[in-house]
């Protein structure tokens, strides 16, 4: 079955260090996405892979999609204590069903 | 407000009731999501709809669980004889043309 794995489950940082989490699929995607979920709060959307091999930047946020479609990190360069909240990495497929990560949870020490 | 709305937000029932939460999403977008958040758990999808068809269901749905978008509109999910496992917070996400889903702030279903 198609699964979505994500690492580390946690990961506390002080400001200013950088951060990065993974994403592997079991299966080859069609895209992945990626969210930010603040703590009682819900996902909101950072941004969506389409392309083997693709790299987008967001300010200090950095996403990648692995060459084979089945990996994808994100990196926050600098973090700050804005940056607190879980990430998710979910997975699509051409059926429009998305299955998401176990999510990363992101502590930043002032 | 123009976002995802989800009624309640809260919900406390006792283990055998039938619960139904209703989500509207946002204007003329197509596509509809379900998904359920245990605590430390990402979002697990339960349904999708595309306008009022539904397209695709979890298998790990039991016929408890059934949805409806009947006008392609709004949607209800009606959990049947809940049960204790049922308690989490059920996320609603709509989308038009695109992939980007946005989601409503969610229901907290509590069953004693």
């Known amino acids: 079955g198609q699964q979505v794995m994500q690492i580390p489950q946690y990961q506390h940082v002080q400001e200013g260090e950088d951060f990065t989490t993974y994403c592997n699929s079991s299966t080859t995607l069609s895209n992945i996405q990626w969210y930010k979920q603040r703590p009682g709060g819900h996902p909101v959307f950072l941004i969506q892979l389409v392309k083997s091999g693709e790299v987008k930047k967001q300010k200090r946020l950095t996403f990648q999609f692995g060459e084979a479609k089945k990996n994808s990190s994100l990196h926050i360069t600098a973090t700050q204590t804005t940056d607190v909240g879980t990430y998710f990495c979910a997975g699509g497929w051409r059926t429009y069903k998305y299955i998401f990560g176990t999510g990363t949870r992101l502590k930043v020490l002032a | 407000d123009t976002g995802v709305s989800q009624d309640p937000r809260h919900k406390i029932t006792k283990r055998g009731q039938n619960v139904t939460f209703r989500c509207d999403p946002i204007?003329?977008?197509?596509?509809l999501y379900w998904y359920r958040q245990t605590l430390g758990q990402g979002p697990e999808f339960l349904t999708y709809f595309q306008n009022e068809a539904q397209l695709e269901k979890s298998r790990l749905l039991s016929d408890r669980f059934s949805a409806e978008r009947p006008k392609g509109s709004f949607s209800t999910l009606e959990i049947q004889r809940t049960e204790q496992g049922d308690s989490a917070m059920y996320l609603c996400?709509?989308?038009?043309?695109?992939?980007?889903?946005?989601f409503g702030p969610g229901t907290r279903l509590t069953v004693l």
């Open positions: 204007s003329e977008h197509n596509r």
């Open positions: 996400a709509s989308s038009y043309h695109t992939d980007t889903q946005y």
